[in-house]
């Protein structure tokens, strides 16, 4: 199976900090890539699919960009409610589906 | 308005039998596959396999083949997810969501099994 590393596992930022979370795939998995905020007691809220493509209804401060193996999830300015887990998952096969670790956004 | 309705919480003694469920509503049931992810205590998403309602045809992570079982009955518009003897490392938040080509947009509110003796 396709494995899925993010790091970091946990980030400190403020408010209005630009962030940074990063997914590496094991094989290529061309833009087959999704991202989901999760905050505790809920559940997971799709964010950006096919790598870049952003859900309708989320703020246009979060962006994702990345093919292959190498993806990146950026808030531009990381506002209060920003503050959750942040997972990626791929979706290279159907019938195969894989998530990463996640990353932690926690307040500096 | 689609929905994903998952039956309720669950508290289990080792070695019980246990079937959740996941309820679809709102759109077509048979047009979508369902899948289940599992969430242990503090832990991450893992995807545990899927379903396509039309056929009840499934895959399973090879995490999960074998210690877990998902069906469907179209009729009802509902996905389930079975275990046959349950451990205490199942004790999880059980999700199930809509397969939307390869990623989730909707997805149940979640259902807690806790096996503990």
């Given amino acids: ?108 | 308005e689609v929905q994903l309705v998952q039956s309720g919480a669950e508290v289990k003694k080792p070695g019980e039998s246990l079937r959740i469920s996941c309820q679809g509503s709102g759109y077509s049931f048979t047009s979508y596959w369902i899948s289940w992810v599992r969430q242990m205590p503090g832990k991450g998403l893992e995807w545990m396999g899927r379903i396509d309602p039309s056929d009840s045809y499934t895959n399973y992570s090879p995490s999960f083949q074998g210690h877990v079982t998902i069906s469907a009955d179209k009729s009802i518009s509902t996905a389930y997810l079975q275990w046959s003897s349950l451990k205490a490392s199942d004790t999880a938040m059980y999700y199930c969501a809509r397969q939307d080509s390869g990623s989730f947009y909707y997805w149940g509110q979640g259902t807690l099994v806790t096996v503990s003796s």
């Fill in chain 1, 1 to 108: 199976d396709i494995q899925m590393t993010q790091s970091p596992s946990t980030l400190s930022a403020s408010v209005g900090d630009r962030v940074t979370i990063t997914c590496r795939a094991s094989q290529s998995i061309s833009s087959w890539l999704a991202w989901y905020q999760q905050k505790p007691g809920k559940a997971p809220k799709l964010l950006i699919y096919k790598a870049s493509s952003l859900e309708s209804g989320v703020p246009s401060r979060f962006s994702g960009s990345g093919s292959g193996t190498e993806f990146t999830l950026t808030i531009s300015s990381l506002q209060p409610d920003d503050f959750a887990t942040y997972y990626c998952q791929q979706y290279n096969s159907y019938s195969r589906l894989t998530f990463g670790g996640g990353t932690k956004v926690e307040i500096k």
